[in-house]
């Protein structure tokens, strides 16, 4: 029974059509999990190449996202291991100065609640990013994501680790943060490690 709901409504997100009229694309989720997942790995939403191969993190954004991990492109998309669920499952389009739209507000309230619960392995989950940490941090955040990244040990009682995007655009940001190198990516590396090496129960 659990096998079925899962895999049904797994389905009826890959086919949601919910934002259509804004999605300049339009519609094409992307997400990636089954139930056995031990790591959830939220990010914002997917770019042009993800839209076009329908694989999350399949950009330079995911091969810096990757070597902070540690970890090989095989792990890495292995759904019985890891679950990848944006706060936009839909490439949202591109704002006025020519960086992508915020996630559609509409996805994550109608998605996140009904996903989530159908991954009870989960050990740890990464906050990529501003918008995943609004939503699930909310007023628990610090003043900035530059903060709330700094703070991340407030945040692994209750199984959550707060980065930034890896994008391109933060790049600069983390040669102005060089503990974000030297004091947090050991301890997500630690972390993420220990998410596998744990009896999950």
């Keep these: 029974m659990a096998s079925r709901r899962f895999d049904a409504t797994l389905e009826e997100a890959r086919a949601c059509r919910h934002c259509a009229a804004h999605l300049p694309l339009g519609p094409r989720p992307v997400v990636r999990m089954r139930p056995s997942a031990r790591l959830l790995i939220v990010g914002q939403a997917p770019g042009t190449k993800v839209h076009e191969s329908g694989l999350p993190w399949n950009d330079r954004s995911g091969d810096v996202l990757r070597g902070w991990l540690e ?92 980065l930034p995007h890896p994008s391109w655009r933060n790049m600069a940001w983390q040669k102005r943060n060089p503990w974000f190198t030297t004091d947090v990516l050991p301890e997500l590396r630690r972390a993420v490690r220990a998410c596998f090496t744990t009896d999950a129960g």
Aim: net charge positive; aromatic share 12%.
């Design 71 to 162: 970890m090989d492109r095989d792990t890495f998309y292995d759904t019985t291991c890891i679950a990848i669920m944006p706060m936009g499952f839909c490439y949202p389009g591109r704002d006025a100065k020519g960086g992508d739209n915020p996630p559609r507000p509409e996805c994550a309230p109608l998605w996140h609640p009904r996903l989530r619960p159908l991954l009870p392995k989960i050990r740890l989950t990464l906050l990529v990013g501003q918008y995943a940490q609004m939503h699930y941090l909310n007023t628990r955040r610090q003043k900035t994501m530059t903060e709330t990244v700094r703070h991340f040990r407030d945040y692994l009682p209750d199984g959550f680790f707060p």
